[in-house]
């Protein structure tokens, strides 16, 4: 199987897993955003230290890597309670449409972070998808709650700025595993 076929395979099975999240959130009924946060987020600690121990991962931190870290799983955190928050007041899919936001949000942070340069098509696409979101969010009409869906945009927007953070910290040579072990961590104590 061609690596593009299964960068495919896995954009398509995270997308579905993203779904399943979704409606398992709703499915949990009152359960308060932030316990729903920490038990997800206890899983993926479980399951990010396990790879680590499992593979003897060695991680060193070099100096003005820990804010980096620290700011990377502040931004994720913000993301993650935005979404479930959105997802226990709004639809299902209304609430997972808006967090993906969080890829264009990436474009736009690692212009900024990474110094990418932003192309002309880039802009159409992002402009095409905030626009998109209007006719979701339907502002100033009656249905969608506005609260909720702008907390699933600034959800949005905490999940693309931690991607791009991933992103600078993966090219100063931190594992994957122990940022996601990081992240974890730190969002399970700051929802405590």
């Known amino acids: 199987m061609s690596n ?4 495919i395979l896995c954009i398509m099975l995270s997308a ?10 709703r499915l949990a009924g009152d359960v308060p955003s932030f316990q729903k946060s920490v038990f997800r987020n206890l899983v993926a600690m479980a399951a ?22 620290i700011l ?9 309670l935005g979404n479930f928050y959105a997802l226990d007041r709004m639809m299902v899919a209304d609430a997972n449409m808006l967090n993906k ?13 990474l110094k990418e340069a932003l192309k002309l098509p880039q802009v159409l696409c992002i402009l095409t ?3 998109g979101t209007l006719f979701v969010i339907k502002p100033g009409m009656t249905g969608m709650p506005l609260g909720p869906a702008l907390i699933a945009v600034l959800g949005g927007a905490g999940a693309g700025t931690a991607y791009s953070i991933v992103r600078y910290l993966q090219k ?13 961590t730190f969002s399970c104590a700051a929802v405590l």
């Open 16 to 25: 579905f897993s993203w779904a399943v999240m979704g409606i398992l959130v």
């Open 172 to 184: 100063r040579g931190i594992p994957g595993p122990f940022i996601v072990f990081f992240f974890s």
């Open 48 to 69: 990010a230290g396990v790879f680590l121990l499992a593979s003897h991962t060695k991680v060193r931190l070099k100096k003005g890597d820990l804010p980096w870290l």
């Open 101 to 113: 936001l969080a890829p264009f949000f990436t474009v736009i942070v690692s212009v900024f972070l």
């Open 4 to 7: 593009k076929m299964k960068g």
């Open 72 to 80: 990377r799983s502040a931004a994720g955190t913000v993301g993650l």
């Open 129 to 131: 998808a905030f626009v």
